[in-house]
């Protein structure tokens, strides 16, 4: 069973930066791709950035330019940097791994941003 922990949310205030973390039990060769989803209050979880295992990525339109989705190998680990944060990026944002044997997801972790 593939476990996902996310760590760093937390509050930061508006133009600040956070780095996500999204450390997975195991191997992350494996996966097809990795991911950072969020779901802000009363709204549809939402793709953020996706890295797929060449080393492609993806980026929501409100975030391109100000987020970056790397990973760590050895460390089996997906960061996610945000810079420039604004009030509605508030949201928890979870992590999500697939791979032929299915989607696999975190808890999630909470990001609030104040003005």
């Known amino acids: 069973q593939v476990q996902l922990v996310e760590s760093g949310g937390g509050l930061v205030q508006a133009g600040g930066s956070l780095r996500l973390a999204c450390a997975a039990s195991?191997?992350?060769?494996?996966?097809?791709?990795m991911g950072w989803y969020r779901q802000a209050p009363g709204k549809q979880r939402e793709l953020v950035a996706l890295i797929y295992t060449g080393g492609t990525t993806n980026y929501a339109d409100s975030v391109k330019g100000r987020c970056s989705i790397s990973r760590d190998n050895s460390k089996s680990t997906v960061y996610l940097q945000m810079n420039s944060l604004k009030p509605e990026d508030t949201a928890v944002y979870y992590c999500?791994?697939?791979?032929?044997?299915?989607?696999?997801w975190g808890k999630g972790t909470l990001v609030t941003v104040s003005l």
């Open positions: 195991g191997s992350i060769t494996r996966f097809n791709a």
């Open positions: 999500a791994f697939r791979s032929s044997s299915g989607d696999y």
